[in-house]
């Protein structure tokens, strides 16, 4: 294994998936600093942004499901292109409207990302193609690379994306049309995404053609009992997450301090940043103790701090907890996928990846309806960081239970 430190050697398309994938979450993070606080701004209660919020999730992991699934019979550069297209539907729909009907089908047909986190067709595509063309003991180190950039490109985004809405605000406009503008751009940036992914080569696709013999449920035949129980702890995860989505982070310090979108903006730069970093550690770690004991051992940590951060008695404390919180909350994500990848067939990888997101999505897209209204009301304000923080754990203790025995090719000598 080459070292952590450095980035890997990459191919011309791996290149632009990297890019791909930097343009879009830079766009996530840019709008979920302002989401929340646009859809406040226009009026909406607590209950119904939440509501929202929560269709925004559900509809990305139906559509999702549906493009992931089936990217490797219809073709991946597609499949890319359309969750792009899908981005600047729903930017532009957030944008001219705010007729609550309209805002929920194009929550629920569009792409747009309350969490700053992944949504739509995009991570299973890329991550399933970086796979394919990546040595088993280099599949980690990429990934974590890839999930660097990601981290940095969100922190961008959401820096901007605050900043951006309070200069605006400086200047005179209004807080709906500061956070309008905010949303035209996510708009254009989907548009600047499509023209992006259509630059990606033919060779990202399957090579050859399906095996039509082998019977496949979702895409998937050997791995079908593994994904299962793997979709169900990550939804597991997701779920407990969701109670605390970005945009319902920004929206805590704003109810509970009154803290400016900038700073907001500032300090979800600095933890998506430190989020980043610590992907590199990941990788290090990983290779010592395995995959699956690295997922849980950082993250059993990282959601004790997560309960911790609402009982914090001032701003600064609650961003120290929320910082340290983040500097090893991610470590997971980079080995998470890394692990998928490996414990299922090359040509179920898409569909792997896919359904296991898909799962997230789902497991997330609840917790927002129940979620939103606690934060509005500073006696429950807690609340949705002690569920989060419990349910993750949860997650962690029967994860290991389940899958430290199964142990991918790389650490049984097998790569």
């Known amino acids: 294994m080459s070292e952590p430190s450095r980035l890997p050697k990459l191919g011309r398309d791996a290149r632009l ?7 879009r979450m830079f766009s996530y993070g840019l709008v979920s600093v302002v989401l929340v606080l646009y859809l406040a701004a226009l009026g909406l209660r607590d209950a119904s942004i939440g509501l929202l ?28 292109l359309i969750g792009a297209v899908l981005m600047c539907v729903a930017g532009v729909a957030f944008a001219v409207t705010d007729v609550y009907v309209v805002l929920l089908v194009a929550a629920v047909i569009g792409v747009i990302s ?10 299973a595509v890329e991550q399933a193609s970086l ?7 280099e599949r980690t180190h990429v990934l974590a690379w890839w999930n660097l950039v990601a981290s940095f490109s969100t922190a961008a985004g959401a820096l901007t994306g605050g900043v951006v809405a309070a200069a605006l605000i400086g200047l005179g406009l209004t807080s709906v049309a500061a956070y309008r503008d905010v949303v035209v751009g996510y708009a254009i940036l989907g548009l600047l995404l499509a023209l992006l992914i259509t630059r990606v080569s033919p060779a990202v696709e399957v090579p050859g053609a399906p095996d039509v013999s082998v019977a496949r449920r979702l895409g998937l035949h050997r791995s079908q009992r593994t994904v299962a129980k793997l979709s169900a702890l990550f939804a ?5 997450g969701g109670f605390v989505v970005q945009a319902l982070i920004a929206y805590w310090f704003n109810v509970r301090y009154a803290v400016s979108p900038a700073v907001i ?4 730069f600095a933890a998506n940043l430190l989020a980043g970093i610590s992907a590199l550690l990941a990788v290090r770690i990983a290779a010592r103790i395995g995959l699956i004991r ?7 940590p990282s959601n004790v701090l997560l309960i911790l951060v ?31 990848m490996a414990v299922v067939e090359p040509d179920e990888r898409s569909a792997a990846a896919g359904v296991t997101g898909i799962a997230r999505s789902i497991g997330a897209a609840a917790a927002p309806i129940v979620s939103t209204p606690l934060m509005g009301v500073p006696g429950l304000a807690a609340l949705p960081f002690v569920i989060a923080g419990s349910l993750k754990i949860a997650y962690d203790l029967l994860l290991y239970r389940s899958f430290q025995a199964m142990r991918p090719p790389e650490e049984r000598g097998d790569a």
């Open 131 to 137: 796979a394919q063309s990546t040595d088993d003991r």
């Open 265 to 268: 903006g500032t300090i979800l």
């Open 53 to 80: 919020l929560g269709l925004t999730l559900a509809g990305d992991a139906a559509i999702s499901l549906w493009l992931t699934t089936h990217a490797d019979r219809v073709g991946r550069r597609k499949v890319l």
């Open 17 to 23: 998936l990297f890019a791909t994938r930097s343009l």
């Open 310 to 340: 609402p009982f914090m008695p001032t701003v600064e404390l609650a961003t120290l907890v929320l910082l340290v919180r983040f500097s090893i909350s991610q470590m997971d994500v980079p080995t998470r996928q890394s692990y998928t």
């Open 236 to 240: 597991l995860d997701a779920f407990g």
């Open 114 to 123: 309350p969490s700053g986190n992944e949504v739509g067709p995009f991570l």
């Open 294 to 300: 690295t997922m849980v051992y950082t993250h059993l």
